[in-house]
């Protein structure tokens, strides 16, 4: 009898527990601060727009993430970190679109995109202008194509810097429409617009940051957006899709994912708070001015996403030898 007495007494402690505790992953989540890995420099543009999410879910919610810089190897330190952590919604990292395109620049990595981890949310596309001097014969993105088709390897084409995301759209827009020119790669930005604005280079990419400007006061001419439609801010500009060059579509995107085999219940918590963050009008007011394009989609929306990615640019790099320095 005591020792029936002892074992009902601790099944019914058990039972007690078990219904005093909130389920996991649900509105308890998270119970405390969860560390956000940031895979890129301290202050840069993603880690700034993932400051305004988690500002917006702490006053909204009471929730805090913290932001934790672990640079290095072009995002690949951060990530692989990620990969190995708890899958207990504790751990998370900040992605852009260099995420899809490492695969095809460290071929030995220690994790696998789709894999080693669980997608949150694509959260927003920040879109590139392509731009011409105003006094060239391009007056859209389908004159530049066209030239570029007519006088191969005679047009140059300016980035920021071999790899780089003014640097790979350029070679994603010369690969579908199967034309040739030279990159020209610079090592500041300021140097490739003013070689633009003076006409020694033809043509390139950049953000509404970067380039709209240029283009209000008449000193650029924009061709054309990046992305497969067309953004608000300038609702008039097709895109290069609509211009000739099929399958088009560019953008420097941002997004969230945890670590493999982290609970669903946690994901689709994650995804709620995140996806209202970027949709809240407040925060996407101070986005907008980069060409902003706000996602919010569903975890699974997004493990396809970064899928299709992976493998357009792997394919980019198979199909045209593209190599890249690594760091």
Known sequence: MPMRNSVSTVVFAVLVALQAAPAFGQGDYPAKPVTLISPFGAGGSVEQEFRLYTQHILENTGKRFLIDARVGAGGTVGANYVAKATPDGYTLLAVSSAFAITPSVYPNLPYDNNRDFAPVSLL????????????????????????ARARPGELNFGTAGIGGATHLPGELLHYLTKTRVTFVHYKTPPQRVLDLVAGRIDAAMGSFTLMLP???????????????????????LPTLEEQGAPGYDFSSWVGL??????????VSRLNALFAAAARDPE??????????IAVAGSPEQFRQFI?????????????????????
């Open 124 to 147: 927003t596309k920040h879109v590139y202008l392509l731009v011409v001097n105003p006094n060239s014969p391009f007056r859209n993105a389908a004159d530049y194509v066209a030239a």
């Open 307 to 327: 899928a299709v990615e992976t493998e357009r640019w792997r394919k980019l790099f198979a199909d045209t030898g593209l190599r890249l320095e690594q760091e």
């Open 257 to 266: 994912i945890a670590p493999a085999k982290t609970p669903p219940a946690v």
């Open 214 to 236: 240029q283009v209000r006061t008449g000193k650029l001419r924009a061709a054309g957006v990046s992305s497969n439609q067309r953004v608000p801010l300038l609702a008039d």
């Open 283 to 292: 925060v996407f007011r101070k986005l907008e001015a980069d060409g902003t």
